[in-house]
């Protein structure tokens, strides 16, 4: 094998080798992830399975009803509407449709599927961070909330 070509060998090895790590996910992709096996009973064993992503361009009355859903303050709502009106926000909701492999509380593995939204007034996902996401309309925190009155009832 000539140099050149032992080189490309290598590289392209390396390059199957981390195909499977989160180096080539999106920020969305990690974020949602990060949050999806926060409430998971064994995130250890969690295993992708599929992912499909879809992102929708937000009109005015869509950006109004997600921000009036998001329980922003009226001040704020009426702001971003203008910035809108003037052209200078893009709203888009991205999602996620995650397939995972992961225990239940029994330890079979069953197979699960998770919607992950996240909403950017600029257009841009790539600010998504785990706390930012929604897992099935809910944010962790969210969740935790809800797993809290749970257990104490």
Not at 23 to 35: H, L, P, Q
Not at 70 to 82: C, I, P, Y
Not at 111 to 131: F, K, L, P, T, V
Not at 144 to 152: G, Q, Y
């Amino acid at each position: 094998m000539t140099k050149p070509t032992l080189k490309m060998t290598i590289a392209l090895s390396m390059i199957t080798a981390l195909s499977s790590c989160s180096f080539f996910d999106s920020e969305m992709v990690t974020a949602c992830e990060a949050s999806l096996q926060k409430r998971l009973r064994s995130p250890s064993e969690y295993k992708r399975f599929e992912i499909t992503s879809y992102e929708e361009k937000l009109d005015r009355a869509a950006f109004s009803r997600y921000l009036t859903d998001d329980k922003v303050g009226a001040v704020f709502r009426e702001a971003q509407l203008r910035e809108f009106d003037r052209g200078t926000l893009d709203p888009t909701l991205f999602s996620l449709f995650i397939s995972y492999d992961a225990p239940n509380a029994f330890g079979t593995p069953i197979r699960g599927i998770a919607r992950c939204e996240y909403m950017n007034a600029r257009g841009d996902d790539s600010g998504a961070s785990e706390h930012d996401v929604m897992i099935d309309g809910k944010t962790y925190t969210d969740w935790l909330i809800e797993a809290v009155r749970a257990s104490s009832n």
